[in-house]
C-alpha cells in the first residue's frame, strides 16, 4: 500500500476556496486577513491534520530552528543530564533537537555528522566519541558554515565554542582526599589518554601525589574505563589489591566494578582500600557502601552548551570569539572514601 501523501496549503485552499496566500497568512494569523476566515482556514487545517513542510520552510528561510546532538552513549547518566539541559533551553528558544548516537564509534560519528548537516540542523553539539582522533569532519562542517560546540570531551584542535569540566582539579581532588585518608599507594583506573577528560584526569592524579611527596608509578595507571574492562583485569587488581589502600577510577561505574571485585575477594571498602568514582551518577548511592565521587554537573553543562549555540545563532552576522566555559568540580563524600 502506498503511504498518503501529506496535505498542502495548495490542497487546502483549492477544497475551501479561497488562495493559497490566503491560506498561508491566515495560517501566520496575518493582520490582513479576517478574524471569520482565520477561525475557518485554522479549524479546517487541525481536522485534516495538516503539517507544515519543515524541510520546505527551511530552504526558504534558510534556518531550520534544529540542532543536532551527538552523544557518545545515551545511557550514561551524565549524558542523559547533558540532553535535559540542552532540550529544556533549546525548546524555551524554539529550537528542536535532533539527537545522535555515536556509540563510541569514529566512524558512526562522522555518519551522524554528515546526518545532521544533509538535515540542514542550524548548529551541531558534540561529545566526542573514545576512537576518534582526527576531526576532518568536523572542519567540514565548519567550513559549511554550521556552527559547532564541543561538551565534556573536546577537540583542542578545532577552532570553537567548548564547554567542559576541570578534570585536572577534579582528578587532583579525589587523589588528595584520599591521601588525607591515609591513603599512600594509589591505583588510577584511567581513560584513554588521546581524550582530554582522561589525560586532565591522571595529570591531577599524578600532581596530587607528586605535591604530597608520593611516588608516580606507571604500573599503578591502568587504562581501565568500563566496567567490562574492570572485569577483563580482575586478576590484575587482585594481584596489585595487597599492596595499595586506594582507588581512584575515572568513572562511577569503574569504582563500583572495582569495589564489587575487592569486596567479593575479601577485602573491605574503605577500610583496606578506599575507593573514589567520578560523575555522581544514580549508582553511587545504590552500591554498598556508596560511592564517594566528584560530581558532573550534566544539566549545567547541558545549558551552557545551547547557550553558547544559541549566541552564535541569533547574532549570525556578528563576529564573536570563540569561549571555552569551566565548571570546577566538587567532592561528594560517602562511604566508600
Known amino acids: 500500500m502506498s503511504k498518503p501523501t501529506p496535505l498542502t496549503i495548495k490542497d487546502i485552499a483549492r477544497n475551501l476556496g479561497v488562495s493559497i496566500s490566503t491560506v498561508s497568512r491566515a495560517l ?19 481536522e485534516v491534520n495538516y503539517r507544515p513542510n519543515v524541510l520546505a520552510l527551511s530552504l526558504r528561510r534558510q534556518k ?17 543530564s547533558v540532553i535535559s539541559g540542552i532540550e529544556d533551553l533549546a525548546y524555551k528558544e524554539g529550537y528542536n533537537l535532533i539527537i545522535c548516537q555515536s556509540n563510541e564509534n569514529h566512524h558512526r560519528e562522522a555518519i551522524n555528522l554528515q546526518t545532521l548537516v544533509d538535515h540542514r540542523v542550524d548548529g551541531i553539539l558534540v561529545s566526542l566519541s573514545k576512537t576518534t582522533q582526527s576531526f576532518d569532519h568536523f572542519r567540514e562542517a565548519i567550513d559549511n558554515g554550521i556552527p559547532i560546540v564541543f561538551y565534556d570531551r573536546v577537540a583542542d584542535e578545532i577552532e570553537s565554542d567548548k564547554v567542559i569540566m576541570d578534570d585536572f582539579e577534579g582528578g587532583r581532588i579525589a587523589t588528595n582526599h584520599l591521601i588525607s585518608r591515609g591513603c599512600k599507594n594509589i591505583v588510577h583506573l584511567a581513560a584513554p589518554q588521546h581524550l582530554q577528560i582522561g589525560k586532565n584526569r591522571r595529570n591531577g592524579y599524578c600532581e596530587a601525589l607528586k605535591s604530597n611527596g608520593l611516588e608516580i608509578r606507571e604500573d599503578r595507571i591502568l587504562k581501565c574505563d568500563t566496567r567490562e574492562e574492570v572485569m577483563t583485569l580482575k586478576n590484575h587488581m587482585l594481584n596489585l589489591a595487597p599492596e595499595i589502600d586506594g582507588i581512584f577510577a575515572v568513572n562511577d561505574s569503574t569504582a563500583i566494578a572495582a569495589i564489587q571485585i575487592l569486596q567479593n575477594n575479601n577485602y573491605r571498602v574503605p577500610e583496606d582500600i578506599a575507593v573514589i568514582g567520578y560523575g555522581d551518577g544514580p549508582n553511587a548511592t545504590i552500591i554498598n557502601p556508596e560511592l564517594t565521587t566528584i560530581v558532573q554537573k550534566g544539566y549545567e553543562m547541558g545549558r551552557e552548551s545551547i547557550k553558547l549555540m544559541l549566541r552564535r545563532l541569533n547574532n549570525p552576522a556578528a563576529d564573536i570569539n570563540f569561549q571555552t566555559k569551566s565548571f570546577k568540580p566538587s567532592l561528594i563524600i560517602r562511604q566508600s572514601a
Open 64 to 80: 531550520s530552528n534544529t540542532i543536532g546532538l551527538i552523544i557518545p552513549a545515551i545511557v550514561h547518566h551524565f549524558f542523559s
Open 28 to 46: 501566520k494569523d496575518h493582520p490582513d486577513i479576517s478574524s471569520e476566515t482565520k477561525i475557518m482556514i485554522k479549524a479546517y487545517a487541525e
